[in-house]
């Protein structure tokens, strides 16, 4: 688990590119908090380190917006005006998680039962000032990007806990 104090816009997305470069690429990044929390901010700091230089918007109507950048394959869910998780089933949801990529869901209790387990769940919260990003790896994935993100000397970490296995 790790907690990260991000004082304002420019830290959320500079934080969001330093998450893109700790995940390589490859995994599933729950992404939760109250409207306005920031959600999308991050996302955009992770396109940016693939290279997307645009608007990064929500896809809340189409519920996933495809990105290719440098040959990298790039989704973004936005699960909040889903009315029923096995909607995702008739977008071709489950094609789409099968792919080698890395796969944002903003709203993801929105997918519950029906979306794969995260590699890393980030919760941001508004905080005075900025917000504060709380991040649990549940996958080998997971905790090697928290590894990574913990030898960023830019990062404001507040609190930094090493996870055990339940098993």
């Known amino acids: 688990m790790m907690r990260v104090r991000l004082d304002d816009e420019e830290r959320q997305v500079a934080f969001g590119e330093c998450l893109g470069r700790a995940l ?3 995994g599933r990044v729950h992404l939760a908090g109250e409207l306005g929390a920031g959600k999308t901010t991050l996302a955009r700091g992770v396109l940016r380190a ?3 230089t645009g608007a990064v918007k929500s ?4 519920l996933v917006e ?3 950048l440098h040959g990298q394959r790039l989704f973004h869910f936005d699960l909040y005006r889903l009315g029923d998780p096995e ?8 094609d789409l998680f099968g792919e080698e990529a890395l796969i944002l869901v903003e709203w993801p209790s929105r997918g519950a039962g029906w979306l ?12 005075v000032p900025g ?11 997971g905790r090697e990007a928290l590894a990574r993100l913990a030898e960023v000397p830019s990062l404001d970490v507040i609190d930094l806990a090493e996870e ?4």
């Open 66 to 68: 495809p990105y290719e």
């Open 87 to 94: 909607e995702l089933e008739f977008i071709g949801g489950r």
């Open 50 to 52: 693939y290279g997307h």
């Open 131 to 141: 917000r504060e990003a709380r991040l649990v790896a549940h996958t080998a994935l």
């Open 59 to 62: 896809p809340t109507y189409t």
């Open 116 to 127: 794969p387990e995260p590699d890393l769940e980030i919760t941001l919260q508004v905080a």
């Open 164 to 167: 055990r296995d339940a098993t």
């Open 24 to 26: 390589a690429g490859r």
